[in-house]
Every structure is written in structure tokens, then in C-alpha cells.
């Protein structure tokens, strides 16, 4: 996989599922008809059965439109539906017992501090997923970040970094110029009334800044 | 692994774990040092690193003392720990998905009936799981098989048979005469008041009964 694109250029516009929001499927093709560049398919409270039906489908529609598909925590659905990668939070399974499990996976790592993406780094990790930057309705209990540490992990690590964590279309200039490789949303976009408009909104905003910029 | 063991012989008592009934690490401890032969590890409604943090003590102490150790649904958890095999419901992973990411794995399977039964066996499944026996507590929805449907999968399929759902020290030999290669327990064994005494009691009705018998 890793020949075949350049990460970073994939891990611009990420999209997070979540179905309390909406449903994993329709939103995905939704986000993608706007600009998605990355698909995470995250669900808790589902049996492995459903989780995986519902990643095959997006394994098929993120294959068709080149869209980099990562599957939140599980490592045996990601290698199951033959995901292109797998993410980890600090609650998951850790990094080098994925990289020993599942070699052949992208890899991203949750961070909420210096300390963590170092180390994450250090072990493998292909990408970072740095945050909470905002206060955030999807995870009530995430530690803040904030812009300042967010510069630091970026200047210190050198695998891309992904902003997550109550990114919006009002806020994603701000962060982006703390110089990030790409942003991670999940209620604006998957919980917007049209997520294709919102996502299309989201992409034009990222395009821009990255036109302007680098 | 498996040239290292008669897997029909160490199925023959296999005890289940449930957390509402007793600490996981705790109650292996206890069951193996009444006689289980294999120990399933089952945890829903826990992160991911909590459930491997509790299989990686179970795998020490079912490998120091030789008893086979089995994951519930968790593939991933399975390799990560380096478990011997993993057990998928009809809810969980297909086995067939199971044996491509998995294969070297003893993949146990559950069947509620002859049909189920068959098609694990064909697809490759090294045990099969049938039940539930009797009602259990366990699991309130599960479907009820019965002993003459026990026997006429034992009788279908090659591989070996576990019963399981509601076998207690009462009614196990009746389980047994069915032919049966072992039988599972949750509650009669991690949910008695002293779970080594209960296990030990087990392990005795179950050898006397082969002893006799074959």
C-alpha cells in the first residue's frame, strides 16, 4: 500500500464515522462525494459481525474512489475487511503489539501530549492523531490539547499529524497553521444536516489553505 | 500447537469466564487448580488493552500449567496474546475470514444446530460449541438445543464437540452420554461460592465417567 500514495496527501481530510450521528455507510459515501480523503470506520457497542458487514461495504466504496480506509481499534476487522490501516487510542491494543500482529497495516496513534506521540513515534507509528484541539461533543472526557502543544508534537515528530478533536469549518484555518499534515472531524461533518455539503465546505477550506500556504 | 496435544483430551473441561460472576484472573487461577483442561477468556464491555492486560496473565498461568487457552470473539486479542485458539459465535468474525487472518489458530465455533454444525466443520473449524443444553443465566436469549440434537451433531461431525448452556454438576454425565468430547461451563464454575472445590468436583464426575466408560 504505502508505494501506491503519499500519506500525508491522504491524510488531509479525515472523516470519522459515527452512528450516532448517522449511519456508517450512507455517510461515508456522503463525506467522500465532498471530499474525504481518509474514511475511519469507528464503532463501539456493535458485534464483530456487524462491525465487519458494515466495513466491507466501506472497504468497497472507499476502494472505488482511492480513499485511504482505516478501521478505529479492532485489528481483526482492519485485516478482516482488508482495511489499508488501523488506529489506536491509549485504551486500544498497544502499537508493537499491532506491528507485530499486522505488519502490513498503516498504523496511526492517538496523542494527547508530547510524551505520547515521541513514543509512538519511536515505535512505529505511521501517523499521529494529536488532540482533543477543542472541547468536543463525541468524546466528553478527551484531555485538551490545545493549538500550542499541537506545534510542539508537529515540530518534534517527523510521520504526519492529524488535528482531532472539535474541528469545524469556522476553526480549521487556525489549526491548520499550526502545521498539521491534515484535520480529522467527525459531528461536523457526519453530523451535519448535508454531510456532502459540509464535507465539500471542509475540502474547499483545506485546499485553500494548503494552496495558499506550502 | 497442535502437534503437541491431543485437542479432544484437552477439551474435556473447559471453563468460561464472566466477570459478573468473578474476577477473570482470579477464577482461572482457581479453575485450573480444580482441573479445568482449557479456559476461555470472554469480556464484552471493556477497552481493548484491558481486555489483553487480562489475557496476558491468563496466558501465563494456562501455559505454566498446560491447559489450552481460547479467546472469545477477539481475534486480535488472540494473536496479541499469543492465546491458542479463538471462539467465534454467529455473531462474531466468519470463520472463514478467521482462518485467512489467523491460520494458525484453533478456531472453535458455536452451533445451535446440526446445520450450523456441519458448515463449521466444513470451513474448517477445529471444535464446535454446541448448545445451549439446557437454559442458562449466561446468556438468556440462547437458543435451546437439547440432548438428542447433541447427539445427532456428535454423531454428524468428525471434529470434536463441546456442550455448553446450563451443564452443571447435576446433569453432566446425562450431557456426556450423549457422546460428547467435553463439556463448557460459565456459571456452575466461576459463579460457585468456592470455584476450585467446584471445579475439582467437575473434573472428577467428568473423568469418572470416561474412565468407565472408554
Excluded at 64 to 86: K, Q, S
Amino acid at each position: 500500500m504505502y508505494q501506491k500514495f503519499d500519506l500525508k496527501e491522504k491524510l488531509r481530510f479525515y472523516v470519522i464515522t459515527d452512528r450516532r450521528m448517522s449511519d456508517e455507510v450512507k455517510s461515508v459515501r456522503l463525506a467522500i462525494g465532498g471530499g474525504a480523503t481518509t474514511i475511519q470506520l469507528r464503532i463501539k457497542d456493535a458485534s464483530t459481525r456487524e462491525i465487519i458487514s458494515v466495513g466491507m461495504k466501506i472497504r468497497k466504496i472507499t476502494r472505488d474512489f482511492n480513499v485511504l480506509f482505516i478501521v478505529d481499534d479492532r485489528v481483526d476487522v482492519a485485516l478482516a475487511v482488508e482495511a489499508d490501516g488501523v488506529h489506536v487510542g491509549q485504551d486500544d491494543m498497544p502499537l508493537k503489539m499491532v506491528k507485530r500482529i499486522a505488519p502490513n497495516l498503516i498504523v496511526g496513534v492517538s496523542a494527547s501530549n508530547l510524551k505520547e506521540a515521541l513514543k509512538a513515534e519511536e515505535e512505529g507509528a505511521d501517523y499521529i492523531g494529536a488532540g482533543s484541539i477543542y472541547p468536543t461533543v463525541t468524546k466528553k472526557d478527551a484531555k485538551i490539547l490545545g493549538l500550542a502543544s499541537l506545534r510542539t508534537i508537529n515540530d518534534a515528530v517527523k510521520i504526519p499529524v492529524v488535528a482531532i478533536g472539535g474541528v469545524n469549518h469556522q476553526n480549521v484555518v487556525k489549526v491548520l497553521k499550526s502545521g498539521i499534515d491534515g484535520i480529522a472531524a467527525v459531528s461536523a461533518i457526519v453530523g451535519a444536516s448535508n454531510i456532502r455539503e459540509s464535507a465539500s465546505r471542509m475540502r474547499t477550506l483545506i485546499d485553500n489553505y494548503f494552496r495558499e500556504t506550502r
